[in-house]
């Protein structure tokens, strides 16, 4: 299993623009041809106790795995 991340920074951790990261993240791994392997996580790397702080940072991770062999 591996896990595609990406991080989110300022207002753009805030909701609901950080939709777009979730959705960036998906699109990523289905795009790929990967399965999810699992649900996503949300990880405050800093966060200031603001929503809209710039130096907030949330790193959005979505594990996943080869697609399955559907032929068999």
Same mark, same amino acid.
């Given at each position: 299993?591996?896990?595609?991340?990406?991080?989110?920074?300022?207002?753009?951790?805030? +909701?609901?623009?950080?939709?777009?990261?979730?959705?960036?993240?998906?699109?990523?791994?289905?795009?790929?041809? +990967?399965? +999810?392997?699992?649900?996503?996580?949300?990880?405050?790397?800093?966060?200031?106790?603001?929503?809209?702080?710039?130096?907030?940072?949330?790193?959005?991770?979505?594990? +996943?795995?080869?697609?399955?062999?559907?032929?068999?």
């Amino acid at each position: 299993m591996r896990r595609r991340e990406r991080d989110v920074e300022g207002e753009a951790a805030t +909701f609901p623009r950080i939709l777009g990261g979730y959705d960036d993240v998906a699109d990523w791994i289905t795009g790929h041809g +990967f399965a +999810f392997a699992g649900p996503v996580r949300l990880v405050q790397r800093r966060w200031t106790g603001t929503p809209d702080h710039p130096d907030n940072c949330l790193e959005i991770a979505w594990p +996943f795995d080869e697609p399955a062999d559907e032929s068999r």
